[in-house]
């Protein structure tokens, strides 16, 4: 199933289902009253090290990326999802992500120097 809700002016909400990484978890959202969906979310405008990086530095990275994202947002939490879009890969949307206490996290994990800024292309490796 595709999840189309084009360039949302407002938020969706959703409830937190699964940390993936530091930069991708799960979600229910609500379609209908009685219709959710479970999705995929890419938060926007950030980039992780990957949890089966490259070398050890990028694992660590990694690990310390999701577990504060599972601190950002737990799960069972409502979160909202601005300016959805659909990702490269199917199944999966791209959105910028605020927890239920207003924080914005693409800029909270980039403060924390968890992720790196990335609007689209090349991505960098995290190892040096």
């Avoid at 926007?44 to 050890?56: L, N, T, V």
Wanted: proline fraction near 2%.
């Amino acid at each position: 199933m595709i999840l189309i809700l084009g360039h949302s002016a407002y938020a969706v909400p959703a409830t937190v289902d699964y940390i993936f990484d530091g930069d991708t978890f799960s979600a229910q959202v609500k379609l209908e009253d009685d219709i959710k969906i479970s999705v995929r979310v890419r938060i926007m405008d950030i980039d992780a090290p990957e949890i089966s990086g490259r070398c050890d530095s990028e694992i660590q990275g990694a690990l310390k990326a999701k577990k504060r994202l599972e601190e950002l947002l737990p799960i069972g939490a409502t979160v909202d999802l601005q300016d959805v879009k659909d990702d490269k890969y199917l199944g999966r949307i791209d959105a910028h992500v605020k927890n239920s206490d207003g924080i914005d996290i693409s800029s909270t994990m980039i403060k924390e120097k968890l992720v790196r800024k990335y609007g689209g292309g090349k991505r960098y490796g995290w190892c040096e």
